[in-house]
């Protein structure tokens, strides 16, 4: 499109081309312009030559009339097109001539609306007027000069407006004498045009800077007119300058707002309403900034870069992010300070902040990520620095104050590289988050170590105390207190020592210190009292291996074999009393070096007061053990309360009578089995009663052959059937062995006799020498037989035990 072309602003109708006239601001690249442009309007009666005019002066292609098919209306609304070669920009508005036959007298509405816009729109108003009509009283351009003065005063607050009156078709007289005649009918009109109140004495001159300019007849003397028309176009060059023809800039709106501008003002206008040019460059500020606003926050949404910053916060810290944000920030800001920077300075600043708040609100929540990527990242390298300078050896909090410190350094780092120069955001919560987080990790490190050293130290106390604590116990006597008690001090200050030395890397509380040992010394002490409640719960087990260990073995630790000789009423004594200490010692906890009768008490109300010479007296000592409680004992330091002790006693002795039972008939049988003698008397008798038989024995020598024969059978028999161990469980189940294995050790004897006298004679030494072995083997054989025997318990053998 040409920029001299026209284009129809608004129609005859009073449409307003919103199409037509945003193509053309682009075509004409008004919006480059800012507020470098000027508006030239031209008004005047119809046919006048207005569009000739204006396409000689600007170079512009408007539509003329053509002379040859007569008078007519040519232009239909308001035209407009940018000047030709005229800087800077100027745009040119050709209206609707005035007073036209195709409106008819009455309908002047049109008029005066495209009048008052001319006024509102334009810098510079050119009037069009014959030159035979200045002077006279009904010229043409009275009645439009009226509708200009009239509209003018519905515009509150108006800029000052070049009027330019173009003198057409000037005569021979002279211009210096037309322009007073014209000026004083201009000032006559003013004069007579009705004012609000505010401006009843308001001059002509605080309104318009009225130009009077002349030219030759373009008909006529058209080189003339062309000449003249060119010297007035040199004014138009830089007419916005100060001094220019448009020098008044007040009320002007940026070139990017012109066509939202002028279509608000048509509406107004139209509507009738006054027109508040003041209020009206608010509005197009307010709209036009609101709008570039929207456009700088879309396209920043829209920015890739800003698209990939979000993206990569998504995944981590990204090294120089309040860099770049900050710059694509800036180059939002940048843009609309430079398409709005023409704007209403109070509404540019307002849309302005309000469209940095709107992108801040848009970047927070990365920013706030960003934060937390580096709250988190700088919280990891702590607990990995703190547990590296921790496994390094070095002091708790030493450890802690120095990995700390480089933590916040290195958040603090981050930070100042994610810091949005055009946000005031504080870091400070996020940096007391991870404070907190530290502090949080750090006690919780804190009490995992302390647990540790305390479960370390604990046990150490338990391997320290619970094995010698057991071992002492199972060997109870008069030390054995003495000596936990040594074990426990000489322990428990090795353990509270380590401990102690293993806080001193802790900055602690000296009274949480000192509590966490007083616990230690007391979990020490709780590990003896727990180990001698365990050994007083298997009391009669200890009591009956301790019995069972002294009744059974001498003082040499060998076992005893009851010959007949041992004294046991001494030996059971001993024993019993042993376990009596075993269980003095285990009844209470003595770890405070407190002195106790229990031993005492036990002695004389079960020891002594079982025997036969037990007397009234022992009889108030039982009763004694009748309590739940000892003398001078407290409750939490008893094991085994006087009552259990008495059961356990009664209990121990049941258990431990059957030893003693089975130790007395071994005794018993072994002394049976050493005496094979008769007694002396019944030697005698045989002595005197068998004397015939002896003599008749002596007078036949094969019965003594006989006799040695049968001896030797029987003493075979005996060796090969075990008699004596046969009977040993009695004679009924002895008989019946003995039948079942009698017939065959028999036989068994006669082969081997057959044997024998098989053999050749030459080894009839050698058999005689077998014999006499066999029969020392017999003889060995009965003796073996005979303390087996004594050896063998003897059962339901009625015996006073009570020692």
């Not at 040119?92 to 036959?101: A, P, S």
């Amino acid at each position: 499109m040409d920029a001299a072309c026209s284009t129809q602003l608004i129609d005859g109708d009073g449409t307003f081309n919103v199409s037509g006239v945003d193509h053309f601001i682009k075509e004409v690249k008004l919006e480059e312009c800012g507020l470098s442009y000027a508006v030239v309007s031209i008004m005047g009666p119809q046919s006048s030559g207005k569009s000739t005019l204006l396409n000689h002066l600007f170079g512009t292609k408007f539509r003329e009339m053509d002379a040859f098919r007569g008078r007519s209306q040519t232009t239909k609304g308001i035209w407009i097109a940018r000047c030709a070669g005229i800087e800077p920009c100027t745009v040119v508005m050709d209206l609707e001539g005035t007073d036209g036959r195709e409106r008819g007298e009455d309908d002047t509405a049109f008029e005066k609306q495209s009048a008052l816009f001319a006024l509102a729109v334009s810098d510079i108003v050119l009037i069009n007027m014959w030159c035979h009509d200045i002077g006279r009283e009904q010229a043409a351009n009275k009645p439009l000069l009226k509708t200009v003065f009239q509209v003018m005063m519905r515009l509150f607050s108006p800029r000052k407006t070049t009027l330019m009156f173009v003198i057409r078709d000037k005569t021979r007289t002279p211009l210096e004498n037309l322009e007073p005649v014209l000026r004083e009918d201009i000032q006559k009109i003013w004069d007579s045009v009705p004012k609000p109140q505010a401006h009843k004495e308001t001059p002509l001159s605080d309104f318009f800077n009225v130009e009077v300019v002349a030219l030759s007849s373009y008909e006529e003397k058209e080189e003339l007119f062309k000449e003249q028309v060119y010297n007035l176009r040199q004014r138009f060059f830089h007419s916005v300058a100060p001094g220019g023809l448009a020098g008044d800039r007040r009320g002007v709106v940026p070139a990017n707002a012109f066509a939202f501008s002028a279509k608000q003002m048509w509406e107004v206008i139209k509507e009738n309403k006054d027109l508040d040019l003041p209020a009206h460059k608010v509005m197009v500020a307010t709209v036009r900034c609101e709008e570039i606003a929207n456009e700088k926050f879309s396209s920043f949404i829209e920015n890739e870069n800003w698209r990939e910053l979000e993206e990569a916060v998504q995944s981590g810290p990204v090294s120089g992010f309040g860099r770049k944000l900050s710059s694509i920030l800036q180059s939002s800001l940048s843009e609309y300070d430079t398409e709005a920077t023409y704007f209403e300075e109070s509404v540019r600043s307002s849309k302005r902040q309000q469209l940095q708040e709107k992108l801040l609100q848009l970047v927070q929540p990365t920013f706030q990520d960003l934060l937390g990527h580096l709250r988190s990242g700088a919280l990891e390298n702590f607990k990995d620095a703190f547990e590296k300078a921790l496994n390094a050896g070095e002091g708790f909090s030493s450890s802690e104050d120095s990995c700390a410190r480089s933590c916040l350094s290195m958040f603090d780092k981050g930070c100042e590289e994610a810091v949005i120069e055009q946000a005031n955001w504080d870091t400070l919560k996020t940096r007391e988050k991870l404070q907190r987080d530290i502090e949080a990790h750090i006690s919780s490190v804190r009490t995992a170590k302390l647990s540790e050293l305390t479960t370390l130290y604990q046990s150490k106390l338990n391997v320290a105390l619970s094995g010698p604590v057991e071992a002492l116990l199972d060997g109870a006597n008069d030390e054995t207190w003495p000596a936990i008690r040594k074990l426990l001090r000489r322990e428990g200050e090795l353990a509270v020592y380590g401990l102690s030395d293993a806080l001193s890397g802790f900055e602690m509380d000296e009274d949480l210190r000192n509590k966490m040992l007083a616990d230690l010394e007391n979990y020490a002490r709780g590990i003896v009292e727990t180990k001698a409640k365990e050994e007083a719960g298997r009391a009669l087990m200890r009591m009956k291996d301790r019995f069972a260990t002294i009744f059974s073995h001498d003082s040499d630790s060998m076992p005893r074999v009851w010959t007949g000789k041992e004294d046991i009423r001494a030996i059971t004594k001993m024993a019993r009393s042993a376990s009596l200490k075993l269980l003095s010692v285990m009844a209470v906890i003595r770890l405070d070096d407190e002195l106790d009768n229990i031993e005492k008490t036990l002695t004389l109300a079960l020891f002594n007061s079982t025997g036969n010479n037990a007397t009234s007296k022992s009889i108030s000592t039982i009763d004694s053990l009748a309590s739940s409680t000892w003398e001078q004992v407290p409750a939490e330091k008893t094991l085994i309360t006087p009552v259990q002790c008495k059961s356990l006693w009664r209990q121990f002795k049941n258990e431990t009578e059957y030893t003693v039972t089975q130790a007395i008939s071994a005794q018993e049988a072994n002394r049976r089995n050493n005496n094979w003698l008769p007694p002396p008397w019944a030697i005698l008798a045989l002595v005197v009663l068998g004397f015939n038989e002896f003599m008749t024995l002596l007078r036949n020598p094969l019965w003594l052959g006989v006799l040695f024969v049968g001896y030797l059978v029987s003493k075979a028999l005996w060796v090969q059937l075990n008699i004596s161990g046969e009977f040993r469980n009695g004679a009924l189940p002895g008989l019946l062995s003995l039948s079942t294995k009698f017939l065959p050790t028999v036989m068994n004897l006669l082969r081997k006799l057959a044997e024998e006298g098989q053999a050749p004679s030459t080894n009839s030494n050698q058999t005689s020498m077998h014999s006499s072995a066999q029969s020392d083997v017999t003889t060995n054989g009965e003796s073996s037989s005979s303390s087996s025997s004594g050896s063998s318990p003897a059962k339901n053998v009625p015996i006073d035990t009570s020692a």
